[in-house]
């Protein structure tokens, strides 16, 4: 039958989160070395920041009036800003994972 969708993806942001502590249960304290892994909160911080309060309540008005002004301009913002958001995480992710996999 599988594993539910929702518990598989909770389960793999939890092995992102804390990986050492499902699999290798005394060796925890190598996490803490890990910086990528302490970044990791932040960025999903920034990305629900961006999503949830700066787009609904800011950017969303700002972008339009940008777009209003200069289409071209304002979507090329756009795809930077996705860009260089896409990329930090990336980055982030990838030090988490090869710092938990040592």
């Known amino acids: 039958m599988g594993i539910p ?14 990986p050492d502590c499902r699999f290798r249960k005394h060796h925890h304290h190598r996490q803490m070395r890990v910086p990528s892994v302490r970044i990791l909160p932040l960025v ?3 990305f629900s920041a961006m999503l949830f309060i700066l787009e609904p309540w ?6 339009r009036r940008k777009a209003e002004a200069a289409p071209i301009a304002a979507m090329a913002l756009i795809q ?3 860009m260089v958001l896409i ?9 988490a994972v090869m710092g938990a996999h040592s």
Do not use: E, P
């Open 58 to 63: 800011f950017l969303h008005a700002w972008f």
């Open 5 to 18: 969708k929702r518990n598989a993806t909770t389960t793999f942001i939890a092995a992102l989160y804390r």
């Open 87 to 95: 990329t930090l995480s990336l980055i982030v992710i990838f030090g």
């Open 80 to 82: 930077r800003l996705h």
């Open 44 to 46: 999903w911080a920034l």
